[in-house]
């Protein structure tokens, strides 16, 4: 079966291939089957061999399979040499399953979703793309393979993002994600240079075996490199300063924002730094670093999601949140539990963009959560689902986010780390602000009085099944996900740990052990601390019950109490104007400067200048061509004495 | 057999001006029938060229060396390695290409605008197969008559203005080339007793000394430097780009600017090693600012010909950045962007070409929509965009991440500049995308264009293979251009073991500084705790 | 003083004379006749220097044939004196050519003198065979080593012929073609 | 007896003239014959030299100058007539088209 491997990436990109260059030519139903069942097989095949891998002896959980040298330039020792190659360990192979697994859901729930659609086909062919380039991304055994699927998820996302090309705000969206995707990737590179440069290698097995030879512990080439992986991944993953991107992805078909924008593609960050865990771990500041970005853009982006008014935007802060959250995980070293996050975080807000999707579906392409509410009776399976995805995403005890938010707070809290309790305390508040704003949309939604015009509330419909099945199959998912994930203290053995844990081991991990004391804490105040958060999660539920549902003129007085604060927080603190004054607008005058000073005015104008001297001597010049004959003659009669005189006297006496 | 092809691939153009020169003016169809079955034979030679290339010799090979003109030492010297022989087969590509897509838009002066091609084609193989500097020159002059009359015949509005710019700007460089040409023709004489012009016993003789070179590869330098265009000697490029024809653009950027790497890449770093040691690091430099300078600049162009041209400036940075880290990685991705600039670059001006024949305009703000009315044209256009931006698995990415590779070895810093590039042309050439194809048909002329007819797709299809071609397995073209790197390399490594060891004299010691620096960080950043 | 030096002296003096005459006068037809006298005491010289049929040439050809074909022209044409020099030469620029003309002169004297010819030059005159200058003589010498160049002097003279022919010959087209590029020409001289 | 640089200086003399005659006169025609008696000096340096040496080869170079200037003339009044016919003027002045 291992043999086999290279046919998961292998299948959507046929489909792509297939869909793509017959695009207009297919008939509906053919180009579903071959987007969906290209996903489908892939699924199927990651299934088994995840199967395979889990028969094997964990130290032994590795397949690699490489295909053909993609590039060899020199020879020892400074040899690049890098190849097309597959490596399934543990870590991909939960990433591979997650990615066919929420993707195929995401497939199938796009047949109902798109059906109408002008662009069928090419939304299918996107979307097969997508699926190859990330799961390149995530089976790559080597940075730079990575880079290449890291590239086309950008690029897919590009592409879907601005599917609706005609509106001008999705391409510019679609632009704009590819451009702050390039900065990041652009760090991707240079800390790519650093480890090609160190180690000789770009090859995960023999960057993470030789990273503790090559590198100092906290020396500063490491955290150089580290930090440089990580802007990458602020980049990918949405994290400040370069989260602008995402809220605005939203312009793309939901089923897009649910795989691409919350699902897979934004967690691709905290797989890569999951992925070079051997390294970070020897870079204890960058990781301080990467915790405290996490930390502050999982608050930053929680107060924005409170003030926000569509659906979608809602969601897409919540995802810049929790995906804060998996980077302070990672920054506490607690890739485990980051990397467990962000499956849970798969399933729920998935099931969360799909079912806003549904909502939106169902209210004609209304967004704006002001102009809804009482939805729960029209739609009920919408209502149902995205209700456990809430409870999920909130952390009521017993669903999967629990487990995986708690396991973060925990981590972070029981880290070694300087400013641990910081890290804990806002993960903490954070979880309550979440909790108020899911359930602020969860109330306005689906609850209160019905605000949408007649027109929109009698095309109101509960969605075809191609739609629920998706949504239905999430809600289990994201339920009971956490089961296979709970902490120690449960008494039970946290399996998902137990199967990434030859991922995260190793020399560096020795190394750093050796170097870093353990924060040890006690039982005890694990409890205490999981039970402060249940609690805190619960009054601000309450809270949100309070001033949406019980007594909605409290939030509009507190709204006018807080105006400033409130309409900071409605434009997302200015941040895309701060870019636009500091960053952009600078950048393109001074490029009109360079052009029309420095090109046309500087360099042509010396030029141009030095040529126009040139015509004006030839042209004074030209006046001594009087034609006249006789000025000729006496002209030449001058020059043969001065000739003459030279001859015969310069000679004789010179 | 061996030996004729390169004088064959050289001259068979040549042929074809001879058999246009008895075809009456008036037939078109003979004309453009004849150009593409000389162009035609000429690409199949270059194959059975590219076949017959032993890719794991490193010398020079087809080698031929005839004695021309006795009396003064020219010799008709031929060859060609790994470097020659991409570029020439570039070059044979570009041009049946170009044959194809002058199809229709030429309409007037039909034979003498093919007649230009060949003797141009003629040209452009001829410099890059030549070892015979003198040879070297010819074909070097020879390129830009036909050139010139390109760009001033069948141009835009302001064709004269920027054919005799491009004319005096190539011939200033080309001048002081002459010059430094014949000095090393006489100190070889003086050094031997033999004239000669031959490349090949003047890089093999001792290397001149450090003052020589040093003003030898400046007016070398200077020649190439405008013709790759280096800041700031790039201004003949927008407007030259601008006004010629589609065909001319193509071959301008896709071949032309080629020759000023490849002068530097197959003269200056042979020949005068300690200066290229010198100099390394202002030509970096400048080169850093072309990337940076034409990424900027072409992002707030107007016309399309324009941002492409600048956007040329910039990728002819990122080459110069790679040839000059003196690594294998950097040159070897240098010279592999050479042959990618020359395919993505030359696609984007086939693309603008295309639609300005149905549009007669190039003004960006006259565009938007067009994926909706001529959705192959926009397919063609984001394939060709995005290997411009280099994205992985395309062309470009190779080339790209090559260079900064081997930059990051020279200087972490210029990596980190000219990577920064790579940010900007994905700005600039995906907002030009955006405003051209996305976005609503707002102007009604737009709403009646056709999309692409077979002809320009059987001449964008052989592009869109050799973009992934190269992104996804280039080591057919790696292969073959190692063995020439390694050799150019040894050259220049003598002179930096040579300047590390011999401080004395200044202007080594501040050739020799980031080099130490960049040494030292790096052992500062290992030792460091 | 010998009979010799009074008739060169008589001769130089009508020679330069006449030479200045010619390019003093205003009228063309004097200028035309006191070349001819000059030319006539050129001869003399030319006779006393043992060139006695050049003399009796430069007499029968340049004053009598091709001054007379000049006299010719200048009557056909009907030209009279020069026009009243409506635009002066600057003083200055005519100043200048005086001078230069005078100082290129006295360069001529200068390298003569300083050659010091005459005591070389005299010694070999007093050898000077009898026949010297002879009809006899030169011709056998033009005959036999200059016969190419006499030969190509006589094909000249029948090009001239024919080119002459050619020029003066009245054309109706070429005529009213030629007039049309003189035009702004004419034009400028209406306005005066 | 005649000393030779006599007869070169009354040459030198005469061709003085004639540089003066070219340099002001404006008539074609004065300035041809101007031409003429700076080709009669060089003759007669020519002349005298022949003497001086004893050599006839000057002669003969001078009757094909005497040649040449009969040819000369010929064509050269060839041409002022037909430019008197164009232009109805012989002044050299008036000639000035080939300018800047």
Same mark, same amino acid.
């Given at each position: ?68 040298? =993609? ?125 090609? =440069? ?82 970070? +771990? ?80 169902? #209210? ?28 999920? +995403? ?29 890290? =804990? ?78 991922? #995260? ?36 539920? =309450? ?57 046309? +005015? ?53 | ?126 410099? &890059? ?42 011939? &200033? ?57 280096? &800041? ?72 399309? $010909? ?133 976005? $609503? ?89 | %003083? ?19 005459? %010619? ?51 200048? %009557? ?117 | ?100």
């Amino acid at each position: 079966m291992a043999e086999y491997l290279f046919l998961v990436p292998l299948f959507p990109l046929i489909g792509f291939l297939i869909n793509g260059l017959l695009i207009g030519r297919l008939p509906k139903p053919l180009i579903t089957l071959i987007g969906c069942g290209s996903v489908g097989l892939s699924l199927l095949l990651s299934c088994s061999l995840f199967f395979e891998l889990k028969a094997l002896a964990p130290e032994a959980r590795q397949i690699t399979q490489t295909l053909f040298t =993609w590039i060899s330039v020199g020879q020892s020792p400074d040899q690049f040499h890098v190849s097309i190659g597959y490596l399934l360990d543990p870590l991909s192979a939960v990433m591979i399953l997650v990615v066919t697994g929420v993707g195929f859901l995401i497939h199938i729930y796009s047949i109902g979703y798109m059906a109408h659609d002008n662009g069928y086909g090419r939304y299918f062919a996107y979307m097969n793309l997508f699926t190859f380039a990330m799961l390149t991304l995530v089976l790559a055994d080597n940075f730079l393979f990575l880079f290449v699927g890291w590239e086309g998820v950008g690029l897919c996302s590009y592409l879907l993002i601005g599917f609706w090309y005609e509106k001008k705000s999705a391409s510019d969206a679609g632009k704009k994600a590819f451009i702050v995707n390039r900065i990041g990737d652009f760090g991707f590179l240079v800390g790519i240079f650093i480890i090609f =440069w160190s180690v000789k290698s770009l090859d995960f097995m023999t960057v993470a075996a030789r990273a503790p030879e090559v590198f100092v512990f906290g020396g500063s080439l490491v955290t150089a490199a580290c930090l440089m992986l990580f802007l990458g991944a602020t980049g990918k993953s949405a994290q400040l300063p370069l989260y602008i991107w995402l809220p605005d992805a939203m312009e793309g078909p939901t089923p897009v924002s649910a795989l691409i924008h919350a699902a897979t593609m934004v967690t691709a960050g905290v797989y890569l730094l999951a992925r070079t865990n051997a390294l970070f +771990i020897m870079a204890p500041d960058a990781l301080m670093v990467v915790a405290i970005i996490g930390a502050l853009t999982a608050l930053f982006a929680a107060t924005i999601g409170l003030a926000q008014n569509d659906i979608k935007r809602v969601l897409a802060y919540s995802t810049v949140s929790q995906l804060g959250y998996m980077f302070l995980a990672c920054g506490v070293a607690a890739f485990t539990a980051g990397i467990f996050h962000l499956m849970i975080h798969a399933f729920f807000k998935a099931l969360l963009f799909l079912g806003a999707g549904s909502v939106i579906h169902a #209210m004609s392409n209304e967004q704006d959560m002001r102009n809804m509410g009482g939805l729960k009776k029209y739609l009920p399976i919408t209502f149902s689902t995205m209700f456990v995805a809430t409870l999920t +995403i909130t952390g009521i005890p017993l669903f999967a986010g629990f487990f995986s938010k708690d396991e973060i707070l925990w981590k972070a809290f029981s880290s070694g780390t300087n400013g641990a309790w910081y890290f =804990w305390l806002i993960g903490f508040v954070t979880a309550g602000l979440t909790a108020f704003y899911m359930f602020r949309l969860v109330y306005l939604t689906f609850y209160g009085k019905e605000r949408m015009d007649s027109k929109t509330k009698s095309h109101i419909h509960e969605s075809p099944r191609t739609m629920t099945v998706p949504l239905m199959a999430l809600a289990v998912l994201s339920a009971i996900g956490g089961f296979i994930g709970m902490p120690h203290i449960f008494g039970v053995t946290n399996y998902f740990e137990e199967w990434l844990s030859p991922v #995260m081991s190793g020399p560096a991990h020795d190394m750093a052990e050796h170097a870093l004391a353990s924060g040890g804490h006690s039982a005890t105040m694990e409890w205490l601390l999981m039970a402060a958060s249940v609690v805190l999660v619960l009054v601000s539920i =309450w809270m949100a019950y309070y001033f949406y549902r019980k007594n909605t003129q409290a939030s509009t007085s507190l709204a006018e109490k807080f105006l400033g604060i409130k309409t900071t927080l409605e434009n997302k603190y200015y941040v895309d104007e701060f870019y636009g004054a500091v960053v952009i607008r600078p950048v393109i005058y001074f490029s009109l400067f360079l052009w029309k000073f420095v090109d046309v +005015i500087l360099i042509d104008g010396t030029l141009n200048g030095l040529a126009k001297l040139w015509r004006d001597v030839s042209d004074a010049l030209r006046y001594s061509q009087s034609g006249q004959l006789r000025s000729y003659a006496t002209i030449f009669t001058v020059g043969v004495v001065l000739l003459i005189a030279w001859i015969v006297f310069g000679i004789n006496h010179g | 057999m061996d030996n004729v092809l390169l004088t064959l691939v050289t001259f068979f153009p040549i042929l074809g001006v001879i058999l246009l020169l008895f075809v009456p003016n008036k037939q078109h169809d003979t004309i453009k029938g004849v150009s593409l079955i000389i162009a035609f034979i000429t690409l199949l030679i270059s194959i059975l060229i590219y076949a017959a290339f032993d890719p794991l010799a490193s010398g020079m090979q087809f080698e031929v060396n005839e004695p021309w003109v006795t009396s003064l030492g020219i010799n008709y010297h031929l060859g060609i390695d790994g470097i020659s022989l991409l570029l020439i087969a570039l070059t044979t590509v570009l041009t049946i290409l170009c044959v194809l897509a002058s199809w229709r838009s030429i309409k007037h002066g039909v034979k003498g605008f093919y007649i230009s091609l060949l003797m141009l084609t003629t040209g452009m193989i001829g410099v &890059f197969c030549s070892l015979d500097l003198f040879l070297f020159y010819v074909f070097w002059e020879v390129m830009l008559i036909p050139m010139y009359f390109i760009i001033g015949v069948w141009g835009g509005p302001r064709r004269m203005y920027a054919a005799i710019k491009f004319v005096l700007f190539t011939m &200033f460089g080309s001048l002081l080339m002459l010059v430094a040409l014949l000095y090393i023709y006489f100190q070889y004489q003086a050094f031997s007793g033999e004239f000669t012009f031959d490349l090949m016993k003047i890089i093999a003789a001792p290397p001149l000394s450090f003052q020589e070179q040093l003003w030898l590869f400046g007016a070398f330098g200077l020649a190439f430097a405008i013709k790759v265009p280096l &800041f700031p000697f790039h201004t003949w490029l927008p407007d030259a780009h601008v006004q010629a024809p589609t065909v001319g653009s193509v071959l301008l950027a896709g071949v032309l600017l080629k020759m000023g790497t490849y002068g530097f890449l197959r003269i200056c770093i042979p020949v005068f090693p300690d200066a290229t040691v010198a100099y390394l690091p202002y030509i970096c430099i400048l080169a850093l600012i072309a990337i940076i300078y034409g990424a900027l600049v072409s992002m707030v162009q107007r016309d399309i $010909k324009s941002l492409v041209a600048f956007s040329s400036v910039s990728h002819m940075g990122f080459v110069m950045l790679g040839m000059f880290t003196l690594n294998l990685q950097g040159v070897e991705g240098s010279v592999l962007q050479m042959l990618n600039h020359g395919i993505s670059t030359g696609a984007l001006f086939l693309i603008v070409g295309m639609i300005y024949e149905r549009r007669h305009t190039r003004m960006i703000e006259d565009f938007g929509g067009l994926a909706k009315v001529m959705p192959v044209f926009a397919t063609f256009f984001m394939i060709f965009t995005l290997s411009s931006i280099g994205l992985p698995l395309t062309n470009g990415f190779v080339g790209e991440f090559l260079i900064l590779l081997g930059a990051y070895k020279l200087n972490p810093v210029y990596a980190i500049v000219a990577a920064s590039g790579v940010i900007l042309a994905a700005c600039y050439m995906l907002w030009m995308y955006q405003r051209v194809v996305f976005g $609503k048909v707002t102007n009604p002329e737009n709403q009646k264009l056709t999309d692409l007819t077979g002809r320009e797709r059987l001449v964008l299809i052989p592009l869109v293979l050799l973009v992934f071609w190269i992104g996804v397995y280039p080591m057919p073209f790696l292969d073959r251009i190692e063995p020439a790197v390694k050799q150019t390399l040894t050259y220049v490594e003598a002179a930096q073991v040579v300047q590390n060891s011999n401080e004395f004299q200044p202007v080594e010691t501040v050739a020799l500084e980031p080099l130490t620096a960049d040494d030292e960080t790096e052992k500062q950043m290992d030792d460091h705790r | %003083m010998n009979f010799e030096l009074i008739i060169f002296g008589i001769s130089a003096v009508i020679a330069v004379f006449g030479a200045t005459m %010619m390019i003093a006068q205003r009228n063309p037809v004097a200028s035309v006749l006191y070349m001819i006298l000059s030319l006539i005491a050129q001869a003399v010289c030319y006779v006393q220097l043992g060139a006695l049929f050049l003399g009796v040439i430069l007499i029968v050809v340049y004053a009598g044939a091709i001054m007379v074909l000049f006299l010719f022209v200048i %009557m056909l044409l009907n030209l009279r004196g020069e026009e009243a020099s409506e635009q002066d030469t600057p003083a200055v620029s005519q100043f200048t050519k005086y001078v230069f003309s005078v100082l290129l002169t006295l360069e001529l004297v200068f390298i003569v003198k300083a050659a010091s010819l005459d005591s070389v030059a005299t010694q070999v005159a007093d050898q000077v065979a009898d026949g010297f200058g002879s009809v006899r003589q030169v011709a056998q010498v033009m005959f036999t080593n200059y016969l190419y160049p006499f030969e190509l002097t006589g094909i000249l003279l029948l090009v001239a012929l024919v080119g002459a022919v050619v020029l003066a010959k009245r054309e109706r087209d070429s005529y009213s073609s030629a007039t049309d590029d003189a035009d702004d020409d004419r034009s400028e001289r209406v306005v005066e | 007896m005649v000393p030779t640089s006599a007869y070169l200086i009354l040459a030198i003399i005469l061709f003085g003239i004639g540089t003066v005659g070219v340099l002001i006169t404006r008539n074609m025609i004065v300035l041809f014959m101007s031409i003429e008696i700076m080709l009669n000096a060089a003759n007669m340096v020519l002349i005298a030299f022949s003497k001086a040496l004893n050599l006839v080869d000057g002669h003969v170079i001078v009757f094909l100058v005497l040649t040449i200037a009969a040819a000369e003339a010929a064509v050269g009044l060839a041409m002022i007539v037909m430019v008197y016919r164009n232009r109805e003027t012989v002044n050299v002045d008036r000639f000035s088209l080939m300018k800047w």
